[in-house]
């Protein structure tokens, strides 16, 4: 079995801040995904990367920049941390064919001052 | 966009007792996914449907792409049960899921 790694587990930043969540996962899965889950909201959809070298925007991209290094590794910065933000990522991941199941990571939640 | 309404949005339940969580979609589904988040903010993977039933313990779930709603079934709940429950589903050839908003399950003794 594989492993979704997020770094860091909880992040707290400051307003105007730049910050930058990493996402690792040896799962060798082409497509990985970044979401945004507030309380009591659904999981919604930042970026996501179909294959390596692949950058899509998702429904809430704005505020946001993803950067696919390499298969395993996908990264999300928040461009300016908002005062009194405070919000888990979460970073998934699936195969491009066959089936279409995605694997969670633990999350990184997100406190801004 | 695609649409994905949960229901109910709050349930409670003693333990013992059995409900039915409930996706309802605006279009046609390839798969379904079911997730629990646990305390930490994790999404657990309960089950995934392209089609038909699965069971795993007391959990049950069910998909019927044409009727466009999935349903996750839970019986003799238990305290450790609760927590929020999320649905997620693709259209073919959509890289993009939608999640619904959740269901927050609160067991109670």
């Given at each position: 079995g594989g492993i979704i790694t997020q770094t860091p587990k909880f992040l707290i930043g400051q307003e105007g801040q730049k910050l930058t969540l990493k996402c690792q996962q040896n799962f060798n899965h082409d497509t990985m995904y970044w979401y945004r889950q507030d309380s009591g909201k659904g999981l919604r959809l930042i970026y996501y990367s179909i294959t390596e070298n692949d950058l899509q925007k998702g429904d809430l991209s704005e505020g946001y920049d993803a950067s696919?290094?390499?298969?395993?590794s996908f990264s999300l910065t928040v461009t300016s941390a908002q005062k009194n933000e405070m919000a888990v990522f979460l970073c998934a991941s699936r195969p491009l064919g066959g089936g279409d199941e995605q694997y969670f990571g633990p999350g990184t939640r997100l406190t801004v001052l | 966009g695609d649409q994905v309404e949960q229901s109910p949005s709050a349930l409670s339940l003693h333990e013992g007792t059995g409900s039915a969580l409930r996706c309802n979609f605006t279009t046609t589904m390839r798969a379904v996914q079911w997730f629990r988040k646990n305390s930490r903010g994790s999404l657990i993977n309960l089950f995934y449907l392209a089609s038909g039933t699965k069971e795993n313990g007391r959990l049950k779930s069910a998909f019927d792409s044409k009727e466009r709603y999935s349903t996750l079934h839970i019986r003799?709940?238990?305290?450790?049960?609760s927590g929020t429950y999320f649905c997620a589903a693709r259209r073919g050839g959509n890289y993009k899921p939608t999640f619904g908003k959740g269901t927050s399950l609160v067991v109670h003794p």
């Open positions: 696919r290094e390499k298969k395993s | 003799d709940a238990q305290l450790e049960d």
